[in-house]
């Protein structure tokens, strides 16, 4: 069974810097995906960014990058000039295809990030 | 439409009460999801529906009954729900099947299901 661990429980740092959150995956499958998911106080859990494993490359959406390394299995989020509006909690997710086709994904337990004014 | 919309947004119910949860895509999708979410944890995965059928049940009880009516609508019906069953209940959708890239879920707002 794939797991995915986020060792960070708490992180606070203040606006503009930049803060990294990471994650570490157990997995014996060679083709997958990671997400890294924003879920402010509304609730909501929003797609930040997301990483093909069999792409080298780290991807990149505006302020989030990552920092994949598949051969240690770990998939650090970087946010760059931080902002309020990026208070949440972020968690950390893997997903490969079921037999049944369905895509399940598996998350971690999850960082809670405050940015200070 | 690129939403996952749930109702209602909150629900209060007894134990001995019946009601049901809403979720509604329309981008397509033809996988559909059920997770529970506890507070300052995790989403749990309870229940996929794969083109209508279902495809995954993670040991849910089964005062938990899921339903699928067609391909953009996804009902989770409640019957004799216990007070630790108090907890957010989310819906996602995503692109499904083999061969097809994922792209992660679209995750609705959710429902924040008390029961009393």
């Known amino acids: 069974a794939q797991t995915v661990t986020q060792s960070q429980p708490e992180m606070s740092v203040q606006e503009a810097e930049t803060v990294t959150l990471s994650c570490t995956y157990d997995?014996?499958?060679?083709?997958?995906?990671l997400f890294w998911y924003k879920q402010p106080p509304s609730r909501q859990m929003i797609l930040v960014i997301r990483q093909e494993a069999y792409k080298q490359q780290n991807a990149t959406e505006n302020r989030f990058s990552v920092n994949f390394q598949k051969a240690a299995k770990s998939f650090s989020l970087k946010i760059s000039d931080s902002q309020l509006g990026d208070t949440a909690m972020y968690f950390c997710a893997f997903m490969k295809s079921t037999i049944q086709g369905a895509q399940k994904l598996v998350f971690g337990q999850g960082t809670r990030l405050t940015i200070n004014p | 439409d690129t939403e996952v919309t749930q109702t209602p947004k909150h629900l209060v119910m007894g134990m001995t009460n019946k009601k049901s949860l809403k979720c509604e895509q329309h981008?397509?999708?033809?996988?559909m999801y059920w997770y529970k979410q506890k507070a300052k944890k995790p989403p749990e995965l309870m229940f996929v529906?794969?083109?209508?059928?279902?495809?995954i049940n993670e040991s849910v009880p089964s005062r938990f009954s899921p339903e699928c009516p067609n391909s953009s609508l996804l009902n989770l019906h409640l019957h004799a729900l216990q007070p630790e069953d108090s907890a957010l209940y989310l819906c996602?959708?995503?692109?499904?099947?083999?061969?097809?890239?994922?792209?992660?879920?679209?995750f609705g707002s959710g429902t924040r299901l008390t029961v009393v």
């Open positions: 529906y794969s083109y209508e059928k279902l495809s």
């Open positions: 996602a959708s995503s692109q499904g099947p083999i061969g097809t890239a994922p792209y992660g879920y679209t």
């Open positions: 981008m397509g999708h033809r996988a």
């Open positions: 997995t014996s499958e060679n083709n997958y995906y």
